[in-house]
């Protein structure tokens, strides 16, 4: 048996284009545009690019893309003082601060200081609360496009046996929350968990959250289940000189097992983004007094 593969690319691409037409129509009905400011402190490389990705993609939605690239040796209250800019700017309906910020910046404070309404990675106390009690939240962007994928295998998650793996504020935690809503039956694994591959294998779901380079053999995986593969680990480069991006799943093995797997590249990556763009446009609602948009 071979599984499918789960292409986040094309998913991603008709999410984008489902946003863009909700940006036209919020656009006629609300007479304002949409848009997104993103904070980028230092000159991360990996970071510079995901920030030119980002407002690349909120420029192609339709939506305002506001860039502030801050030196690296930004002050903690030059940068929160942006941030209180940002919340007071009308133009400006979702703030997402590039992480890692350089060493001597405190990240949890900078989260907290951005306004919940505004808050379109999820991750301000506020939102992650509102998650865990089951109220609406602004939710972070990644478990949101793993909910979205498995969702294309499955119209319903619910009862179905899922574990996560990994339990981090940006993935883990809210993913199995999310999961929780859907009302799957939800196991949340981590470095502590005993007899990892057992528990594996009784899932009908397996989100690998790990960032370790194909930990999850295709023997944890039960025949059929679907494997959804968060991990972007890049191998140190072989006798070619290339180096390679695996996920945290041995993606070989998990094909010869399960029913659908996401690649990567081209599986959660994509959706991430594209995910980033939907928060954008349902805060924007949100913040205008609009009806929450058609995705
Ligand atoms: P973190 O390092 O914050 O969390 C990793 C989690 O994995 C922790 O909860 C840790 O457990 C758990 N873990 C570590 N080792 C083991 C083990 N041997 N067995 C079981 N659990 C283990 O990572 P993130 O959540 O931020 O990211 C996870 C992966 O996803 C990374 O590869 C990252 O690059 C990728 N990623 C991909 C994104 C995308 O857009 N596709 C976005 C964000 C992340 P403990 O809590 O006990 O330490």
């Given at each position: 048996m071979t599984a499918s593969i789960i292409d986040g690319k094309q998913i991603a691409a008709q999410l984008r284009a489902r946003v863009a037409d909700e940006v036209e129509r919020v656009k006629r009905a609300g007479g304002f545009t949409p848009g997104l400011a993103v904070v980028l402190v230092g000159h991360d490389p990996a970071s510079e690019v995901y920030v030119r990705t980002k407002a690349k993609q909120t420029e192609a939605v339709g939506m305002a893309s506001f860039q502030h690239k801050l030196a690296a040796g930004t002050s903690q209250a030059e940068l929160l003082a942006l941030i209180a800019r940002l919340n007071a700017d009308p133009a400006v309906h979702g703030i997402l601060v590039q992480l890692p910020l350089p060493a001597g910046l405190d990240s949890q404070a900078v989260i907290d200081a951005i306004d919940p309404a505004k808050d379109v990675d999820g991750l301000n106390?506020?939102?992650?609360?509102?998650?865990?009690?089951?109220?609406?939240?602004?939710?972070?962007?990644?478990?949101?496009?793993?909910?979205?994928?498995?969702?294309?295998?499955?119209?319903?998650?619910?009862?179905?046996?899922?574990?996560?793996?990994?339990?981090?504020?940006?993935?883990?935690?809210?993913?199995?929350?999310?999961?929780?809503?859907?009302?799957?039956?939800?196991?949340?694994?981590?470095?502590?968990?005993?007899?990892?591959?057992?528990?594996?294998?009784?899932?009908?779901?397996?989100?690998?959250?790990?960032?370790?380079?194909?930990?999850?053999?295709?023997?944890?995986?039960?025949?059929?289940?679907?494997?959804?593969?968060?991990?972007?680990?890049?191998?140190?480069?072989?006798?070619?000189?290339?180096?390679?991006?695996?996920?945290?799943?041995?993606?070989?093995?998990?094909?010869?097992?399960?029913?659908?797997?996401?690649?990567?590249?081209?599986?959660?990556?994509?959706?991430?983004?594209?995910?980033?763009?939907?928060?954008?446009?349902?805060?924007?609602?949100?913040?205008?007094?609009?009806?929450?948009?058609?995705?």
């Open positions: 106390p506020v939102n992650a609360g509102r998650l865990a009690t089951g109220l609406p939240a602004l939710t972070p962007c990644t478990p949101l496009g793993c909910i979205i994928l498995a969702k294309t295998v499955h119209a319903s998650l619910e009862g179905l046996n899922a574990i996560v793996i990994g339990r981090s504020n940006l993935v883990g935690r809210p993913l199995a929350q999310l999961l929780l809503n859907e009302n799957a039956t939800v196991t949340i694994a981590h470095s502590r968990t005993r007899d990892l591959a057992a528990l594996c294998r009784q899932a009908d779901l397996v989100f690998a959250a790990v960032g370790r380079p194909e930990m999850v053999r295709g023997d944890w995986i039960r025949p059929g289940a679907t494997v959804i593969d968060v991990g972007i680990n890049r191998l140190p480069p072989g006798p070619d000189g290339n180096s390679r991006l695996v996920g945290d799943v041995a993606y070989d093995e998990a094909m010869a097992v399960a029913g659908a797997v996401t690649p990567v590249p081209g599986g959660v990556g994509q959706m991430t983004v594209a995910c980033l763009l939907v928060n954008t446009l349902r805060a924007a609602c949100a913040i205008r007094g609009l009806p929450a948009p058609g995705v």
